[in-house]
T-cell receptor
């Protein structure tokens, strides 16, 4: 079955450490997105990518970095510059086309500070 | 400023009854799309229904329908014949940025279906 796989499901970060969250999709979607979810705040866009080797900042990109070397993969690195990284992170992808194409989401990664 | 507002933090509904989840939006762009997603306690986001700003009819998908009132800038989700499995968080989202399909989300409504 096609879908979006996020790993790991749970991740712990030590102070001053960078961690990378994996997102892989086999839906042949062109666009991919990373969101952060905090309690009571809904989802906020971190980064997005429309095509390979290109990506743009979302609303809360500070302290995060991404790469898009392959169509299937869009890893997110949470750097030590992100002072409050504890959150639920969701990756999504979308078929290119008109605005009515929905984003499809992975199961998420829950990141906590040790 | 573009914004989605969901004013109901939580709601209860009896099994087999219908329930309406409210969503209002703010945008000056004449072309936009509105989405509803369901998030069970496991965390994944499940797409439910879509309404385009130029769509003449309200969208329907099985037990889900969207009560779209453009002049009032509201896009309420109606779930008919509620089931225990409908208990979840529900998010309203709006497509901004045209072809990039950036979404902005509301804060969600937690729906609890009671037997």
């Amino acid at each position: 079955d096609g879908g979006i796989t996020q790993s790991p499901k749970y991740l712990f970060r030590k102070e001053g450490q960078n961690v990378t969250l994996s997102c892989e999709q086999n839906l042949n979607h062109d666009a991919m997105y990373w969101y952060r979810q905090d309690p009571g705040q809904g989802l906020r866009l971190i980064y997005y990518s429309q095509i390979v080797n290109d990506f743009q900042k979302g609303d809360i990109a500070e302290g995060y970095s991404v790469s898009r070397e392959k169509k299937e993969s869009f890893p997110l690195t949470v750097t030590s510059a992100q002072k409050n990284p504890t959150a639920f992170y969701l990756c999504a992808s979308r078929k290119a086309g008109t605005g009515n194409q929905p984003q499809h989401f992975g199961d998420g990664t829950r990141l906590s500070i040790l | 400023a573009q914004k989605i507002t969901q004013t109901q933090p939580g709601m209860f509904v009896q099994e087999k009854e219908a329930v309406t989840l409210d969503c209002t939006y703010d945008t000056s762009d004449p072309s936009y799309g509105l989405f509803w997603y369901k998030q069970p306690s496991s965390g994944e986001m499940i797409f439910l229904i879509y309404q385009g700003s130029y769509d003449q009819q309200n969208a329907t998908e099985g037990r889900y329908s969207l009560n779209f009132q453009k002049a009032r800038k509201s896009a309420n989700l109606v779930i008919s014949a509620s089931q225990l499995g409908d208990s979840a968080m529900y998010f309203c989202a709006m497509n901004i940025g045209g072809a990039t399909n950036k979404l902005i989300f509301g804060t969600g409504t937690l729906l609890a279906v009671q037997p």
